[in-house]
């Protein structure tokens, strides 16, 4: 017996509906907010999640899935959604469309970490990426849209917490802030803060360690720091949450677990999914087209995981729409009626009207207690008599009743 690998999971029959739900869900949505649909491969030159990700960041350090391939080249599966779609922006020469280009995706990602609840190892991303305006609109239209998204679930008592990061400019003098800070702790920290501490001390902010966090709780906020153009673009985004209803707080420790983000950054919180509680995060990457080579265009997106919307739906009781079930049951008495049975079969799925016949041999008794089984919605069982009156007696199941029905009008009493 070969067993399916850590931290991954098989979707089975009885819930792909419901994962059915929330893609369908989020098409819906990226249609009403007009972005289209981009798909890359799962895998990519390792160097893309380097340059791209962020060579301090966990994800890249600690959690990828690289190897060699037979050529010799070093992949890495795509630990998120958002690099590989720039990468594909640039290669692709999308930036000669008209500004924004707003694209989205479903993807699997994989990331190698310790399995908990709503923590895998291969799991799957729903994410918007817009290239090409930098106006605090699309962070509110990106904003917004994710908020949406998670509305139309169903999903309750999610916290959305925002903050800026700010760009470069300012960046660069929050981080010397944050160095002398730290410069004389530095010996207490753990060996990561202490190699963030020289090559990008921001990240220290994300350490989960006990130890460092008591520390890291009394470092200078960012907030103190943006520059006046991001200070305006952060004040302008909130203006416009605020005009669109959307409830939020400001935390100024949201930094974000990768290396390319700039100014606004996002992430919806619920506390109904034990410790991994951000259902749904992203934010602007202003810098990350130039540094993988291609004009600097602003951008900004975000991702959901659907793992653990699946998780929060479930675990809070949010009730998914009905799995689709058969709508009628055709149950054949003797050779001659089965033949029939797959003939009508035929002529209702051509229609589309889901239709399910025996394909077990199995007596008319033992056909009728499948068809309840799987929850037909309507039986008629077909045999000599109806083959010759040419009309069937229908059996709804919910309450009993019956009606004859000539076999030709059947597909009119479903459609
Ligand atoms: P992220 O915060 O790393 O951002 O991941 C986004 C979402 O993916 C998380 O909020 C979570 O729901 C889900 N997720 C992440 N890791 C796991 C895991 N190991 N198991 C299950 N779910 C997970 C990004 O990936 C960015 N690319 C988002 C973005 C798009 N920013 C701008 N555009």
Not at 78 to 103: C, D, H, Q, W
Not at 372 to 384: L, P, Q, S
Request: charged share 25%; glycine share 8%.
């Amino acid at each position: 017996m070969i067993n399916i690998p850590k931290g991954t999971k098989d979707v089975l029959p009885a819930q792909s509906y419901k994962w059915q739900f929330i893609e369908e869900t989020a098409r819906s949505v990226a249609k009403a907010f007009n972005f289209r649909e981009v798909r890359t491969p799962v895998f990519e030159h390792t160097e893309l999640f380097q340059r791209g990700v962020g060579e301090t960041t966990d994800v890249v350090n600690k959690e990828m899935y690289t190897f060699e391939d037979k050529g010799g080249r070093s992949v890495t599966l795509k630990p998120e959604g958002t690099a590989g779609v720039a990468r594909a922006f640039i290669e692709n020469g999308l930036a000669s469309s008209p500004m924004p280009v707003k694209t989205y995706y479903i993807t699997p990602a994989f990331r190698y970490e310790r399995p908990q609840a709503g923590r895998l190892r291969e799991f799957h991303q729903f994410g918007f990426e817009a290239f090409g305006s930098a106006s605090a609109e699309t962070d509110a239209e990106i904003i917004f849209a994710a908020s949406s998204f998670l509305d139309k679930l169903g999903v309750k008592g999610v916290k959305l917490e925002i903050n800026s990061i700010g760009c470069p400019i300012c960046r660069n003098e929050y981080n010397k802030a944050l160095k002398n800070y730290f410069a004389p702790h530095l010996e207490t920290m753990c060996p990561t803060c202490r190699t963030r501490y020289e090559k990008n001390p921001l990240r220290m902010l994300d350490c989960k360690e006990e130890g460092c966090k008591k520390i890291t709780a009394g470092a200078p906020q960012i907030l103190d720091y943006l520059c006046e153009d991001c200070k305006s673009h952060f004040e302008k985004v909130k203006s416009l949450l605020t005009g669109l209803g959307l409830e939020y707080t400001v935390n100024s420790r949201i930094v974000r677990g990768l290396d390319y983000y700039t100014r606004t950054v996002f992430e919806f919180l619920s506390g109904e999914i034990g410790s991994q509680s951000a259902v749904c995060a992203g934010g602007r990457y202003d810098n990350l087209l130039s540094q993988l080579g291609g004009n600097p265009l602003p951008a900004i997106g975000f991702a959901a995981g659907i793992e653990r919307l699946l998780l929060l739906m479930e675990n809070t009781g949010v009730a998914f729409p009905e799995e689709q079930k058969p709508l009628i049951y055709l149950a054949g008495m003797d050779e001659s009626s089965r033949a029939l049975c797959f003939k009508i079969a035929a002529e209702l799925r051509k229609k589309g009207v889901c239709a399910e016949i025996d394909l077990m041999a199995r007596s008319v008794k033992a056909q009728l207690k499948y068809a309840d089984k799987i929850g037909a919605k309507h039986v008629a069982v077909i045999g000599e008599s109806e083959m010759q009156s040419g009309e069937v007696s229908l059996k709804k199941m919910s309450d009993g009743s019956v009606r004859t029905v000539k076999i030709d009008d059947l597909y009119k009493y479903f459609i």
